[in-house]
């Protein structure tokens, strides 16, 4: 019998789908489509939903951070709450007590103080592995608690830290500003000129929307540095240490800078999350960065699968997102909220003893499936080839 089955060439969309970062434009074109929906009215849409979407790409860049620790370098470490706690507080502490600071710089000073302490720690990874270097860093992960709970002038202790204005989208709202600081005159000019004013002096719900706009471009530009990092010669050089030390080191991969370079990404990632938390959520407490949180995170990122991004993004809706977005307002769970921590547990242990390659393997699963699905219809409408 004779095959009618052509070969067809590819379409430029099925090439377009088959690129890495297709999967992480799709997730921006989802994210951004929310806020588009709650724009124009759409009931389903709520505030909730698209701050519980805030918090899942929040704790994605946690995550993504979090891979190149434990996907790529083999560290476990339970000490990622206290980072992204200490980004959040430079960040309230510096846009509330020195306005005078640019948002950039509250950003780099984050970003530098989690160097200091990313390098530390990666010293401390040489000496020590595997579950001992995992209770180092939860007893870091402790002084961090203790300190946000009572250095009051730094983060107002359990009372928690707060701003009043979104950075950048509420910039001339800002009195003591860095420009109104530099020049007062000139700062008076510039706050009055039209296109200006209408980016940098907005409403706030304009600003919470438009703060959320620069959360999706920045989680996606995110996830396409960490795939680029993971496919380039620093990942390879962590998997072959993750795999074997002795054997990385007899190839030349010096162990001392890749574990540095490891912890270095993670707490980077870590701090720059946290402030994040804060300009977008503009309230901080202690209680938001236990043990709990730091295992939390660990949780998304395995049962996302520890090397993929998208599977983090999935990871993390499922743990940090099943609340907000989807359970709290469904009558029965809102009434037992004990509930929704029973159903997200459940889920975990199912991914975990099932598919252990986490969203992933579950995912090629389903591609098989479909493969072979496909297979079968083709076979029986065109029949074997002779």
């Not at 995992?134 to 946000?148: D, N």
């Not at 993670?266 to 295992?295: C, D, E, Q, R, W």
Request: glycine content about 10%; some cysteine; proline content about 3%.
């Amino acid at each position: 019998m004779q095959n009618h089955a052509s070969l067809q060439p590819e379409s430029a969309v099925r090439r377009a789908l088959k690129h890495p970062f297709a999967g992480f434009l799709l997730i921006g074109l989802l994210l951004l489509s929310l806020q588009v929906l709650s724009i124009l009215g759409v009931d389903f849409v709520k505030s909730s939903m698209l701050n519980g979407f805030a918090s899942v790409m929040v704790y994605s860049i946690v995550g993504y951070g979090f891979t190149f620790l434990l996907g790529y370098a083999g560290l476990a470490s339970l000490g990622t709450a206290g980072f992204v706690g200490l980004g959040a507080y430079i960040a309230g502490y510096l846009i509330r007590e020195q306005p005078q600071v640019p948002y950039l710089g509250v950003i780099l000073g984050a970003v530098l103080v989690s160097v200091v302490l990313g390098v530390a720690v990666g010293f401390i990874s040489l000496r020590i592995e595997g579950i001992f270097l995992a209770i180092v860093t939860l007893g870091l992960s402790e002084i961090f608690y203790q300190i946000f709970n009572n250095w009051l002038g730094f983060t107002n202790g359990s009372m928690g830290s707060s701003i009043s204005k979104y950075p950048i989208f509420q910039f001339f709202q800002n009195e003591g500003n860095w420009l109104s600081a530099l020049n007062a005159d000139w700062f008076a000019r510039v706050s009055e000129v039209p296109l200006l004013k209408a980016v940098f002096d907005m409403k706030t719900l304009d600003a919470r929307r438009s703060f959320y706009i620069l959360l999706v471009v920045i989680t996606v530009g995110l996830m396409m540095l960490t795939y680029n990092l993971g496919k380039s010669s620093t990942g390879r050089a962590m998997l072959a240490m993750k795999n074997s030390s002795s054997a990385a080191q007899a190839m030349g991969i010096s162990l001392l800078k890749y574990r540095l370079l490891a912890f270095l990404m993670s707490t980077i990632f870590a701090g720059f999350a946290g402030v994040m938390f804060m300009s977008y959520f503009k309230f901080s407490t202690p209680t938001n960065y236990t043990i709990i949180f730091s295992l939390n995170i660990l949780a998304a990122v395995l049962i996302g699968g520890s090397k993929n991004l998208v599977g983090t993004f999935l990871g993390c809706l499922i743990v940090f997102g099943l609340t907000p977005i989807f359970l709290q307002d469904i009558p029965f769970f809102r009434d037992n909220s004990w509930v929704i921590n029973v159903t997200i547990g459940t889920i975990i242990i199912l991914i975990v003893m099932f598919y252990p390659g986490g969203l992933v393997q579950l995912g090629q699963k389903l591609k098989q499936a479909i493969h072979r699905l496909t297979a079968k219809r083709r076979l029986y409408k065109y029949g074997e080839d002779d």
